[in-house]
């Protein structure tokens, strides 16, 4: 896997060499937070692939003037900290220095041209059907946005004459009416950037899809629909990521008929790809793990695999391994620990809604009867059972929310990173240590503070732990 680090997004001189080895532990150790791209991307390789087989695909088809694929969108989710972001800004760094991640699905290198992405980190520019289509002409071939507008223009007369019959009013006159809206940007777009315009294929991330709004007719959902349609036969490629409900947004807006794999939930690293994140991030860094290595492991372990847990583990390592000089031997690894257990509380406190705050006890119950091969509908029951049983509990943290039921607070948990549904339809809690913490919070409180930590999160049995080798297997990196 080639390297990808966080020092291209930092203002520097203009002769300034990039720092590498120590000196830019010592910055990433300095300025990193839970929202920094990692500095070392590991793993994702069949998603990674599978996107840039399509984007290379869709080349070839203009290239060929042939039509392109429809359904070609695609959608990955997983609970906050699971690395939708990162993947996304990955993407996007890799591709703008000019290269392909992965190779052919024959091994041999990619030879179209690597896409250039277009990422939307809140729905503020999609939700303006115009405004998109303009920055979106404008970064295929800069400059062209300014003739957006006179060939909008121009494409609703063309669109109102050749429609001009059924204007008269009534169901007819909104349907049309309707269809000019949906077709007059993009149709603009493909009129602005004649096919020699195009250098590159394009893919138009968006992150946090679930929050895209969620009307039918809204501009997000007419452009979203074109582009999977592949309408106007452009190179484009959208990818979607966000929470698990994204899925349930996209079917909102008329998203459908995705292929088979099209759709993945976003997991925690399985064993090769932590492998390969402590190779990468050690080499990046000129680190040598020494006699130490087996304490390093174990401190990456304890991170579940979780992304957003590694890099609270990694970040407190980089600030005692800098603090050491560099010196492997003086860096306390107890330390270490006990800094990222504190991370960890502080993401789980994060993830609790009131809700699930004030239902407490039902929500350990639950959690505590997972078995990681339940379907959704397995798992509404179990909660309208549990809820059932505790009918007449005095608490109310045994109760349901009031005015919910349990398909409601299935959602809820959904929302929030404590369930997650996998590829193949089954529920679990993605990250095994948070379903640890939820069973263990009713009496969390009670815990004197300087107990707390002692919270091994290993008591439930792992019962979601897969290694998803198959996904790794032959993963296609240069
Ligand atoms: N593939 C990865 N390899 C290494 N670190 C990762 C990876 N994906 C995410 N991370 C780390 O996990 C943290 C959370 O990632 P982020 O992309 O913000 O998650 P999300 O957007 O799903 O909430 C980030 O600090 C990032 O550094
Ligand atoms: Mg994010």
Redesign the pocket.
Known sequence: MNMTNIFGFRKKGLNEPEPTGFEALKIYAEE?D?????P?????HHIISDIEDICADSWKRRRDFRTQKKAATRLFY??????????L??LEAKWNTGSYITSNKDGTPRSEPAPMMLCLEDDGLITNNFLFCKVLADLVAPGSGKHMFSTSQKSRRVFGQFNQPLLSGGREHKVVEQTIQEQISMHAVAQALPHQLWQRPLVIGI?ETQNLPEAFDSDAGKLLRQLHAAKHNLPITVVL?GLSDSKKRAGQLGLTRFPGGAIRS?ER?NSN?LTE?KKGFCEMFDIELGPCEYEFDEMLAAADGW??H??NTLKPFAQLYVEAGGDIEQVDFMEVEHESQLARQGYYHSRMSTDMATTDFLLAAVMRRLTGRQSSRDVIDLIESEAQNRMNAPSIGEHLPDGKTAIDFFDELIHHGALQERDDGTVHCPIPSFRQFLIEYPTLLETPACLREAFGYDQVPDVEYQDYLGQSENPRIH
């Open positions: 990193s839970d929202k920094t791209p990692p070392f991307f590991a793993g994702r997983g609970a906050p900290g699971a690395g939708k972001t990162s993947t800004k990955y992150d990521a976003l690293l790809e994140l992304p957003s590694l890099q």
